[in-house]
């Protein structure tokens, strides 16, 4: 008896073996990076075909790994290469990217607090990032880690509370949705503050 | 129905914590695994790194290399965090926990050499952390078919049953591989290169361990 | 012949390219299996679809500090468990009387069945993956400020 499943898993393989492929041709260090955001997609395809509410909890942290993997993986690839960034200029030097980062980062930033939890601390993130990598910004790395450590704690404290008094479950709620609000919202501004001048 | 403790790999059941639906075990087996982690994470946290010679060809010179202070004790948090990753994937008994837990030892095993200033060491690190990434597709895609045909991903339910079909299973193996590169030590090879003794010792360490531990998984599901 | 083989693998260049060919070898040999394989994925948290509700896709049902029924795989581990999955934040109860489309937008809340499954019966998958997050920025960052430095 064929079921979607059995259909979805067919196409599944078949992506899986192009994507392997691809590795086989490919000698570019840059380009293998760039290919294994494919692959990792591809470990999400498998989760998503489960397609329970299960699933859809475990392609979060599936997706987490994927995009922190390539982010210690391409800090790695630029020392390697030695490559280093000199130059004094922004990104693009266009009038749009001095006014636009602030209103779009705001919306973004705003919408991911009204969502909060996990995916809101990606959504405002990703605000965070785009106005940080176009602004000339000061050394926010120090407080930004600060935040992280701190919203850490108390998601740990939440995660304990769900263990230990189940009756709480109320204040364990909110602290883990606050928490990782912080945590996932700070970690991904980390990658605004790396695309700058350094030194700045 | 056969319990977990039952199956001859395991051996008697020492003690379970219980976190919702991951419950990780303790018996004869994992338990003997946990104890020499942290025999390995006290070594990590405790031993003075090496100090590496450079010998002159031709004549009897030789010379210390200098341990740079911030480097060595970022290969040693990295050390501990990747002892911390082992014994995690080595008592837990939910599958996907497992896979986790095993991807946190690839990337922690990049962590520990990554500091590094020797280019070859550099390359070959980041040529593993390719691999380390690729891994993921056969880690999760093993989980996700195991949730899919059995449904479930605890290792106390499937233990004894034989549902797990054999293609998950290959791949749960082959992600392993990927994450702790056992039987593809020629990357891991020149990443030795790298300075500090007990801390690159972690790295077979947790690759070895890693093995003992999805041969058991792959036996007893 | 050995020598060739001994050649490619020695190379730490190619290996991505041995490990992509194991994976090929695998999942070739795994295609032939797949129609043996039987669905049974829906035996814990299956998915639920109301489409007239505001909260879809995501109504589990449940009224707010009341107990909802979820099917995890060890409920005599979480005493309080579907607590978390009947609560609606106020904003969340005021988005879901105003419209019928935001259901996604609420779930993020705190609260639903995904903050079930994410913080009370799978917690310690979101602790690995969030450390996992925290090694690969140490990292990442380590290796930025030292790059500042030279």
Redesign the interface.
Known sequence: MITPFHIGLFAVSLCILVTFLSFLKEKDDLHKLILTDLAAIMALFIIALVGTDLAEALILPGLVVGISKLMALAEIYLVKEGIQQKKNSTVLDIEVLDTAPAILAAILVIYGIILSGFSGGAVAGLGIIFYLAFKKHDEKFELIETVSGYAWVTWIAAFFIFLIFPSQWFLAVMLAGGGILLKVMAKFSLIGTMRGDPGV | MIQVFDLNVEGRELFSL??????PYFSVYTGALAAFVIIFILIAIFSLPERQMNIAFGGDAYYAKEVNV?DMR?SR??AI?CGA?TL?AMV?G?I??FT??A??VG??N??IV??SGN?HV????????????????????G???I????????IW?LAGAGVV???AK??LV?GV??EGIAP?Y??KA?IIRAQGAPYVLMIHFSSLLLFLRVIEIVLVI | MIHRISGILSNFDNLSRVYAVLIIIVILGGIISIPSMEYQGDRLYPKTIDRDSPLDPYDRGGEPFERTEVLAEYPENSPELGFTTAYLTPLAIALATTTPHMGTTIVAHPGGIIDEILYVTRGLDTVVETAILFVAFAMASYLYRRRDDE
């Open positions: 219980s976190f919702g639906d991951i419950v911030p970022f948090f990295m965090a990753a995690g837990t939910d996907f926990n986790l837990f991807v946190m990337i922690t990049i962590g990554a500091a280019k550099l390359n070959a690190a980041f040529q593993y952390g390719i691999v380390a990434m690729l891994a993921t597709v056969p880690l999760f895609g989980a996700a078919l949730l899919a045909t059995t449904g479930s991903l605890s339910v079909p054999l293609l290959a791949l082959l591989m990927g593809l020629i990357g020149e």
